[in-house]
């Protein structure tokens, strides 16, 4: 049997709410038994809203190299990689970050590939790790403070984000759905967001210059994969320092309904109303403050400059 193991202390977080409480459940069955069996991790089983963040204080200050383990999805991801920069600076140098998919979309981990040892996908090989980069935003919200956030996947304005903020806060028929089909919740929200979304009007700048336009969808990758089923054809460098951004501009219902079924076989053709580049640093404005989107989690933004910590963390292979 290979070992996953690098010579540091393994901390692992289960977020036993993931997936509506799925993840609680695998985690208590073959996963949580082949992943103690192999990393003889230290284990903390919480719920939000607990309190992560005092755990890993202490860690951090306990440790000067250490393995994190978080088991959840893309959102309880994104909350961590967070915290260990607010705690450790924007290059993690010591920490040594790893995932297990117990969470719905679970876009980290695609393609999907399942591991044999756990049975869902996973990126705990530590003796195999390598370094990647991280996004960043840094915006102005509606009351004009200004944030940063970090990535791993992907961040999005417009009909990609409305539809993530419209999944997070739920209705009467998101509520039940999630407990009992997370692709048919996807598809519900899409098609509500789809119905009430709005093109809106962004300054964006890159390198290639400025332009004003008003914005169907608008998606900066570091993964391909951006929510359930829909994905694009390009392959975005996990180290490469740079965003792949897709935007789609000026459609009208039909036209964004024929973008989006595309996406659901990975199509993005650089045809009319459509832009597709690469970037290093891309900075957008808005009149009016709209969602944004990183990972899952959304806030409500008007300024922000988007670019990439190249190799700012080592990620552990897939198993």
Known sequence: MDSWLNGNTTYL?????AN?????????GRVGREVKARLS???????????????????????????????????????????????????????????????SSNDLHKPRKKSDCLGVPASIDFSKSRRIDIGK?????????????YYLVNSSIGFTASANYLFNRGDYFIDKMKSKSINLTIWYTALKAFFSHKNVKL??????????????????LKRRYVAGSFFYDEQVGLDDGLLGVNVCYNMNKAEMAVALLQLTIGRFNAAAKKRSTVVDKINIESETAIVLETDG????????????LKQAVSYGSAV
């Not at 977080?13 to 709410?17: A, G, L, T, Y």
């Not at 935003?137 to 956030?149: A, I, P, S, W, Y």
């Not at 964006?204 to 900066?220: K, Q």
């Open 13 to 17: 977080f289960v977020n036993r709410s």
């Open 20 to 28: 509506n409480g799925r993840g609680g459940k695998l985690w208590d």
């Open 297 to 308: 989690e959304v806030f409500l933004a008007r300024s922000m400059q988007f670019t990439v």
């Open 41 to 103: 991790p230290v284990v903390y089983e919480y719920e939000p809203p607990a309190d992560s963040f005092k755990i890993l204080e202490e860690i951090s200050a306990q440790e000067q190299a250490f393995n994190i383990i978080v088991c959840g999805g893309d959102g309880t991801v994104n909350h961590f990689i967070n915290e260990l920069i607010s705690l450790r600076g924007e290059h993690l140098t010591g920490v040594c970050f790893g995932a297990i998919a117990l969470g």
């Open 203 to 220: 300054l964006i700048t890159d390198d290639n210059g400025s332009s004003t336009l008003h914005v169907s969808n608008m998606n900066l």
């Open 137 to 149: 935003v840094q915006f102005t919200d509606e009351l004009g403070t200004l944030k940063n956030r």
